[in-house]
């Protein structure tokens, strides 16, 4: 009989459904690995939150979750604000999976339920923005779908370029930010269409390139903002300084900072991990260092 306990929480509704199909056979890698499995479906928004709050002081040896990055989301805001700071497993299964990606977690199913028992932890910085935590990216403007539309070629050539290109393309409809930020490293105010604070490699399915430094642990945000161009030449000025990968120049503010405040005018609507973060007319973004330990491959192990 095994003697360890796991819970595996997962999303039915995550992606394209593949844990529904795999489920069995999650379990079952689960049971081998010596542990009594307790499966538990969401039911609503927020009850991966509830859950993870209510369950990861109990008894349970490990706690493993499953679904897309807005699932994960939740558990983390769960673990954290239950002041949990033991490791647990990701099964990445959304449309996107940026942060599995980012970490090193398997894309295919059965070898990250793997992972999340035989795997190593790796103790992450997230971020808190306006008491929301988050994974990997909290983010303003209109880019909605966008990774979806992005042409293949456009994503495996320029990577996350594309996807702030494949935005500009609405420029028209974009609504634009007038605001001010203050950061230890950098202080500046200008009228902003897109802003974004990243603690990642991945954003929208795609690769940062041309970022060689960052690193998901060293206690500090990737900062990028996009001023909003006042006519033909600047927007030209944007898309080449992307296409050239310089993302900080007179058009953009690109910097690494641990903490931000961010006041306009009007209310920001923010996203965090992909979804809803609120809106605020002064915001401010701060890293939570070693905020989270999850089960990462082991590149060693044979």
């Known amino acids: 009989m095994n ?3 796991l819970l595996l929480i997962y ?3 995550s992606g394209t459904k593949v844990i529904a199909r795999k489920l069995s056979d999650i379990v079952d890698t689960f049971t081998k690995g010596g542990y009594a499995v307790t499966v538990h479906p969401t039911q609503r928004r927020l009850d991966c939150l509830e859950t993870v709050s209510e369950c990861c002081q109990s008894d349970f040896d ?15 805001n769960g673990f954290v604000t239950a002041g949990y700071q033991g490791e647990f497993g990701y099964i990445p299964c959304g449309s996107t999976n940026d942060f599995s990606k980012s970490v090193g977690i398997p894309t295919r199913t059965l070898d990250a339920a793997k992972t999340a028992i035989d795997g190593v932890p790796f103790v992450c910085d997230i971020g808190n923005l306006n008491g929301r935590y988050f994974t990997y990216v909290a983010a303003f403007g209109t880019l909605a779908e966008v990774s979806y539309s992005t042409p293949q070629n456009a994503k495996n050539q320029l990577g996350f370029s594309a996807y702030i290109l494949e935005g500009l393309a609405s420029i028209p409809s974009m609504t634009s930010y007038k605001l001010s930020y203050e950061s230890e490293e950098r202080s500046g105010k200008g009228d902003y269409i897109l802003g974004f604070i990243l603690n990642t490699v991945h954003v929208g399915g795609m690769k940062i390139r041309g970022v060689d430094n960052i690193r998901l642990d060293d206690g500090k945000f990737e900062v990028l903002l ?3 161009p006042k006519n033909t030449n600047e927007l030209n000025h944007i898309i080449s300084s992307l296409m050239k990968l310089d993302f900080d120049n007179e058009y ?3 910097f690494k900072t641990s903490k931000i ?3 306009s005018q009007t209310p920001i609507a923010w996203t965090v991990d992909g979804e809803k973060g609120g809106e605020f007319r002064e915001t401010t973004v701060e890293v939570l260092p070693s905020g989270i330990r999850v089960m990462v491959e082991n590149k060693g192990k044979k």
Request: aromatic share 0%.
């Open 261 to 263: 405040t961010l006041r």
């Open 11 to 13: 999303n039915p509704n």
């Open 3 to 5: 003697s360890k306990k």
């Open 252 to 254: 953009m503010d690109g």
């Open 62 to 76: 490990r706690i493993v979750i499953a679904g897309g990055d807005g699932t994960l989301n939740e558990a983390v």
């Open 226 to 228: 996009i001023r909003n």
